[in-house]
């Protein structure tokens, strides 16, 4: 049975998904997608304390520099999102956070659009990439840390005659997806099997992340957004009378990206957030974020699909 996503707070929900839209100039942010904040996790991640085993990994140059940069695109609770202190938090930057207290390293949050994740991955504008599918072509030059499961799903608004609508349903129907990430690909594979049918196209629209996609849906602008399943999942189920889910697919991890020249970091990485794991964090983080069904706790690396279909 799934368990029930944690309700937050609606004044606490407001206004973090007010911060999360500003710097995409998201309009009305407090009547569209919501995200909370993991109150009952943040004061465990600040008590965790530096392992000396795992800190012996640490490359040299992290060592001295005592931190490291992790890119992430804040725009889907409660996976990462900006808190209404304008800070990056949410299930991943937490875990992260926790991780580098473990390598006696800071970690500095550093907020960048999803279509520039890899690319500045690969330039070294970054360290780590947080909260992204492992997919089969970014694994050429990245390997990921996967550490929790994902999937699509597509969320509409609740005034939408339909309460089901697979991918092979949508001829007819307007879709958002976030520009760069899996879900592109799938709106277009999914116009070009309503062509093949003689159905209605589909009407894809790109935007910048999934909260724009799902206000956009609210609005009426759109029918539905297509995005990664925990946070379409996290929207329907905090706001019943306004969205609702109308397909889920749990097809393949999150990962934490690393350039794969920099194995030792990597490494290091994983040791920490298994270490996570077995202190029971990883538990109590996807406890209090409501992300039970979609747990990894074995960290693998690289275990992505073999296509990027997922």
């Given at each position: ?129 947080l909260s992204i599918n492992d997919l089969a072509d970014r694994r050429e ?112 991890p999150y990962g934490v990206g690393v350039n794969k020249q920099d194995t ?47």
């Amino acid at each position: 049975m799934r368990k029930p996503l944690r309700k937050r707070p609606a004044a606490e929900l407001a206004l973090a998904l007010a911060c999360v839209c500003a710097p995409a100039g998201c309009a009305n942010p407090a009547d569209g997608a919501e995200g909370g904040v993991g109150q009952d996790t943040q004061d465990l991640v600040e008590k965790v304390d530096r392992d000396p085993e795992i800190a012996a990994m640490v490359p040299e140059d992290l060592a001295k520099r005592g931190r490291f940069t992790a890119a992430v695109n804040p725009s889907s609770p409660p996976i990462k999102f900006v808190d209404d202190g304008g800070h990056i938090t949410g299930f991943t930057p937490e875990l992260v956070t926790a991780a580098a207290r473990m390598m006696g390293l800071d970690v500095v949050m550093q907020q960048t659009s999803f279509d520039a994740l890899i690319p500045g991955l690969e330039a070294r504008r970054f360290d780590i990439v947080l909260s992204i599918n492992d997919l089969a072509d970014r694994r050429e030059k990245t390997d990921f840390i996967d550490y929790l499961q994902t999937g699509t799903a597509i969320l509409g608004a609740a005034s939408l005659p339909q309460d089901e609508v697979t991918p092979e349903e949508l001829c007819g129907l307007s879709v958002g997806y976030v520009r760069g990430n899996v879900q592109q690909d799938l709106v277009a594979e999914a116009g070009k099997n309503c062509g093949r049918s003689g159905g209605e196209p589909v009407k894809g629209t790109a935007f910048q992340d999934i909260n724009a996609a799902i206000l956009a849906v609210q609005s009426g602008q759109i029918d539905t957004a297509w995005g990664d399943a925990p946070s379409i999942s996290y929207n329907a189920e905090n706001n019943p009378s306004r969205y609702k889910e109308l397909y889920r697919e749990i097809s393949g991890p999150y990962g934490v990206g690393v350039n794969k020249q920099d194995t030792a970091l990597r490494d290091a990485l994983r040791a920490a957030l298994r270490k996570c794991v077995r202190d029971g964090l990883y538990q109590k983080l996807l406890d209090d974020y409501g992300l039970t069904d979609y747990a990894l706790p074995d960290m693998p690396l690289n275990e992505g699909p073999a296509d990027d279909r997922a």
